[in-house]
C-alpha cells in the first residue's frame, strides 16, 4: 500500500512537471518574433514536445491503474 502511495505521489509531480513543460514551450513559441516563425515553432517545438508529454502521462496513469488494481502488483512484478 505505501508502494501504491509513493507512486502515486510520483505520478501527481510528473503531471505537475508536464505541465510546466508545456507552459514553457508555450511561452518559447508564442515569443517568436514573426507569425512565419511562431508557426515553425510550433510545428517543429510544441506539438512533438506536447505528444510526447501526453505519451508519457498516458503510460504513467495506465501503471498506476495497473498499480491499485487488485492483481496489477503481480502484473507489474511480472513485466
Known sequence: ????????????????????????VLTW??????????QQRLLTGVLPVAGGVVLILLGLFFLLMMAWSPRGTALLAGL
Do not use: N
Not at 500500500?1 to 514553457?24: E, R, T
Not at 513559441?29 to 511562431?38: K, P, T
Open 29 to 38: 513559441q508564442e515569443r517568436g518574433a514573426s507569425a512565419h516563425d511562431r
Open 1 to 24: 500500500m505505501l508502494l501504491q502511495v509513493a507512486f502515486s505521489l510520483l505520478v501527481l509531480l510528473a503531471c505537475v512537471g508536464g505541465i510546466i513543460l508545456l507552459a514553457s
